[in-house]
C-alpha cells in the first residue's frame, strides 16, 4: 500500500496538504491541451494517491480546463475538494479588466457548475480584486451562494491584507490562494500574518515557481509562443541566469538528502506551517507521483534555514498588465 497525502485544514475545510493544479493541463504553458487524456490519467493517479485538493479556473482555457475536470472527475466527484475561480472573464459586458460584480457571479457560477458537471463547488475564488467593485458586495453575493448550497466555501486569490479584513467580516474566507515559492516570498511579511491572525488557510499556487525549481528549465527555448513563460520578466536575459543559479542551489539541497529538487521546493513550503497546501501542477503521471512524494520528504533545520536564507527569483512573476493586478 501507498502511504496516502496527509491532510490539513484550511479553516475548516480538510484537504490534503498537497493538491493538484490543473491549469497547465489546458492553459498557460507549452503542450497544454494537447493530451487531454493523459491529464485525466493524471487527475486520476492523484487520487489514487490521495490527493482531494483539486484546482481549476474559469478562465483557464478558457472554459476547457473545467470541462476537463468535470469529465475526469466523473464517477469520483465524492472523493476531492473541487476548487474553482471566477472574475477574470466579464459577464456583463464589461470591456476588460477583472469583473466581480454580484451579477457576473452569478452568471458564472452557473457555468462553472454546468462545466464540472456538479451541484456545488467546495472552494469558490474570487481570482483576482476587482478595482470596480467594493469587496463588500463581492463576498455579499458569494454568502447568497453559500446559503443556496452551489459553492460550500469562499476564497480569494492574490489579494492584499486590508482586502481580506473587509472581505472576511462580510463572511468567513476559508482560503486566499497566492503565489509563494522559494521563488515569491512577498505573502510573507503581509499577508501570511494576517491569515494567521484569522485563522485562513493558504494554498500556495506556482509551488515550483512555473517549473523553475525542479531544475528541468534551463533554455527559453523550451517554450513555444503560446507559453506565459515565453515574455516573463523571470525567464528572459540577466534574470534568467540569476534564477538558474538559484535551482542550482535547491538541486544542491535534493541531491544531498536523495530527493528532487521539485520535492525540496514543496517540502520547504510544508515546512512553513499546517495550514499551507501547495497545488503543483502537472499534466504527466510520473510528476504528480513524485510531487505528491514529497509530502514524505523531510528538511533538516540546517537545510531549511539554507534554503530560506536564498534570495527571491529575479524579476517580477507577471507582466506589467499582469503586476498591476495583484495586491501585495
Ligand atoms: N490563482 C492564480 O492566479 C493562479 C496562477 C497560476 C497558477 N494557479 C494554480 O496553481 C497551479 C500550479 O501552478 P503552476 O502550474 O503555475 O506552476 P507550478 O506548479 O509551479 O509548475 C508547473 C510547471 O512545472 C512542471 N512540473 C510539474 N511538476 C514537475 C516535476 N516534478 N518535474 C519537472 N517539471 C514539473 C509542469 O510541467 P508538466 O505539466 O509538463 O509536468 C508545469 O510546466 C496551477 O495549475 C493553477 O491551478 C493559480
Same mark, same amino acid.
Given at each position: 500500500?501507498?502511504? /496516502? =497525502?496527509?491532510?490539513?485544514?484550511? *479553516?475548516?475545510?480538510?484537504? #490534503?496538504?498537497? $493538491?493538484? @493544479?490543473?491549469?497547465?493541463?489546458? %492553459?498557460?504553458?507549452?503542450?497544454?491541451?494537447?493530451?487531454?487524456?493523459?491529464?485525466?490519467?493524471?487527475?486520476?493517479?492523484?487520487?489514487?494517491?490521495?490527493?482531494?485538493?483539486?484546482?481549476?479556473?474559469?478562465?483557464?482555457?478558457?472554459?476547457?480546463?473545467?470541462?476537463?475536470?468535470?469529465?475526469?472527475?466523473?464517477?469520483?466527484?465524492?472523493?476531492?475538494?473541487?476548487?474553482?475561480?471566477?472574475?477574470?472573464?466579464?459577464?456583463?459586458?464589461?470591456?476588460?479588466?477583472?469583473?466581480?460584480?454580484?451579477?457576473?457571479?452569478?452568471?458564472?457560477?452557473?457555468?462553472?457548475?454546468?462545466?464540472?458537471?456538479?451541484?456545488?463547488?467546495?472552494?469558490?475564488?474570487?481570482?483576482?480584486?476587482?478595482?470596480?467593485?467594493?469587496?463588500?458586495?463581492?463576498?455579499?453575493?458569494?454568502?447568497? /451562494? =453559500?446559503?443556496?448550497?452551489?459553492? *460550500?466555501?469562499?476564497?480569494? #486569490?492574490?489579494? $492584499?491584507? @486590508?482586502?481580506?479584513?473587509?472581505? %472576511?467580516?462580510?463572511?468567513?474566507?476559508?482560503?486566499?490562494?497566492?503565489?509563494?515559492?522559494?521563488?515569491?516570498?512577498?505573502?510573507?511579511?503581509?499577508?501570511?500574518?494576517?491569515?494567521?491572525?484569522?485563522?485562513?488557510?493558504?494554498?500556495?499556487?506556482?509551488?515550483?515557481?512555473?517549473?523553475?525549481?525542479?531544475?528541468?528549465?534551463?533554455?527559453?527555448?523550451?517554450?513555444?509562443?503560446?507559453?506565459?513563460?515565453?515574455?516573463?520578466?523571470?525567464?528572459?536575459?540577466?534574470?534568467?541566469?540569476?534564477?538558474?543559479?538559484?535551482?542550482?542551489?535547491?538541486?544542491?539541497?535534493?541531491?544531498?538528502?536523495?530527493?528532487?529538487?521539485?520535492?525540496?521546493?514543496?517540502?520547504?513550503?510544508?515546512?512553513?506551517?499546517?495550514?499551507?497546501?501547495?497545488?503543483?501542477?502537472?499534466?504527466?503521471?510520473?510528476?504528480?507521483?513524485?510531487?505528491?512524494?514529497?509530502?514524505?520528504?523531510?528538511?533538516?533545520?540546517?537545510?531549511?534555514?539554507?534554503?530560506?536564507?536564498?534570495?527571491?527569483?529575479?524579476?517580477?512573476?507577471?507582466?506589467?498588465?499582469?503586476?498591476?493586478?495583484?495586491?501585495?
Amino acid at each position: 500500500m501507498e502511504d /496516502l =497525502v496527509k491532510h490539513i485544514r484550511l *479553516r475548516d475545510l480538510d484537504v #490534503s496538504r498537497i $493538491g493538484l @493544479g490543473a491549469m497547465g493541463m489546458s %492553459h498557460g504553458y507549452t503542450g497544454a491541451g494537447t493530451d487531454d487524456e493523459q491529464s485525466v490519467r493524471t487527475i486520476h493517479r492523484a487520487l489514487e494517491l490521495g490527493v482531494t485538493l483539486i484546482d481549476t479556473a474559469e478562465v483557464y482555457g478558457p472554459y476547457t480546463n473545467e470541462e476537463l475536470v468535470g469529465r475526469a472527475l466523473k464517477d469520483r466527484r465524492d472523493q476531492v475538494v473541487l476548487a474553482t475561480k471566477f472574475g477574470m472573464i466579464s459577464h456583463t459586458g464589461r470591456p476588460e479588466g477583472p469583473d466581480s460584480s454580484p451579477a457576473s457571479i452569478r452568471t458564472a457560477v452557473e457555468g462553472s457548475l454546468k462545466r464540472l458537471d456538479t451541484d456545488r463547488i467546495d472552494l469558490y475564488y474570487q481570482h483576482r480584486v476587482d478595482p470596480g467593485t467594493p469587496i463588500e458586495e463581492t463576498v455579499g453575493a458569494l454568502a447568497e /451562494l =453559500v446559503a443556496e448550497g452551489k459553492i *460550500r466555501h469562499i476564497g480569494l #486569490s492574490e489579494a $492584499g491584507p @486590508g482586502t481580506i479584513r473587509r472581505a %472576511h467580516a462580510v463572511h468567513p474566507v476559508t482560503a486566499v490562494q497566492s503565489e509563494y515559492s522559494l521563488f515569491t516570498r512577498d505573502p510573507e511579511a503581509r499577508v501570511l500574518p494576517v491569515l494567521r491572525e484569522l485563522n485562513i488557510g493558504f494554498v500556495p499556487f506556482s509551488p515550483l515557481g512555473r517549473g523553475f525549481l525542479t531544475g528541468t528549465i534551463r533554455s527559453t527555448e523550451q517554450f513555444d509562443s503560446s507559453d506565459f513563460r515565453a515574455d516573463n520578466p523571470r525567464f528572459s536575459g540577466e534574470n534568467f541566469q540569476h534564477n538558474l543559479h538559484l535551482a542550482d542551489q535547491v538541486a544542491a539541497v535534493a541531491a544531498e538528502i536523495g530527493a528532487t529538487p521539485g520535492q525540496v521546493a514543496l517540502a520547504w513550503l510544508l515546512a512553513q506551517g499546517n495550514d499551507i497546501a501547495p497545488i503543483p501542477g502537472t499534466r504527466r503521471v510520473a510528476r504528480v507521483e513524485e510531487n505528491t512524494a514529497a509530502d514524505a520528504v523531510t528538511l533538516t533545520d540546517e537545510h531549511l534555514a539554507r534554503l530560506s536564507a536564498l534570495p527571491p527569483a529575479a524579476g517580477d512573476t507577471h507582466n506589467e498588465a499582469g503586476m498591476r493586478m495583484m495586491e501585495r
